[in-house]
């Protein structure tokens, strides 16, 4: 009973570590505006499977929280656009210059 407890313990740590994977890349894909439907349905799988091994590893009297070490992806902020400076109008490049005779 032990080894099993001890086995669905570690497949749902694994898992977990998985779906956070998954779901960071899912996020920079929305965030890309790129399709992530093939993630997401992968992120949903996960989820199911969790589901049922929570509920085996109850069934089994395993009540005590299950500690992942936190996996931080920190997002990539917005590449910043260089800020030009407005360009001079047609106008004033090609105007005739007003220049003073001796």
Do not use: W, Y
Request: overall charge positive; some cysteine; aromatic content about 2%.
């Amino acid at each position: 009973m032990d080894n099993r407890i001890s086995e669905l313990r570690r497949t749902i740590r694994a898992l977990r570590v998985s779906m956070r994977e998954a779901e960071a890349i899912m996020h920079e894909q929305i965030n890309r505006a790129e399709d992530c439907s093939f993630v997401a349905q992968e992120v949903i799988k996960m989820r199911s499977v969790m589901s049922l091994l929570a509920k085996e590893r109850i069934a089994l009297g395993d009540h005590e929280p299950i500690l992942v070490n936190n996996v931080f992806i920190p997002r990539r902020r917005p590449a910043r656009k260089p800020v030009a400076a407005p360009s001079p109008a047609a106008e004033s490049l090609f105007r005739p210059r007003l220049v003073a005779r001796a």
